[in-house]
């Protein structure tokens, strides 16, 4: 995800906060924001350790966590993410301080991170694994 994974964190879930998120794994099915699922799958998680940092670094999800995530981010269709990502710009234009809202092909990478996270805790729900997430 790269530098990504704060956009994509504040675009599954409208949390903007750069610490550790202790929000549900499904914060809710049909946000106020678009009808939409709100996904903590990118800061969710149980510690296991902290450090001097403002995330939490090593975090473990357990199967049926995994799973509820995998089942609730599908539901976040290209259209609604893309309009996830227009509003994000128009409403919090100065959220990234870098240049991340003008690199080009913005959407394209955007949307496919998302993917590939779908994928991944699809595949991990598949084979019904539990799941330790790393931000360095």
């Known amino acids: 995800m790269d530098k990504a994974w704060h956009v994509i964190h504040f675009l599954l879930t409208k949390d903007s906060s750069w610490q550790a998120c202790h929000l549900p794994f499904l ?5 106020d924001w678009d009808g939409l699922p709100l996904v903590n799958a ?41 309009e996830r990502l227009n509003q994000a710009v128009r409403l919090n234009p100065d959220i990234y301080k870098s240049t991340v809202w003008l690199e080009d092909n913005l959407l394209e990478d ?11 805790y699809q595949d991990a729900a598949d084979k019904e694994n539990a799941m330790l997430l790393y931000l360095s």
């Open 42 to 82: 990118v800061m969710g998680g149980t510690p296991i350790e902290e450090n001097d940092r403002d995330f939490t670094a090593v975090r473990y999800l357990t199967n049926r966590e995994v799973k509820q995530i995998a089942e609730a981010l599908p539901k976040i269709t290209e259209a609604g993410f893309q």
């Open 27 to 31: 914060i809710c099915e049909n946000s």
């Open 110 to 120: 955007l949307t496919a991170i998302k993917q590939e996270i779908i994928e991944y």
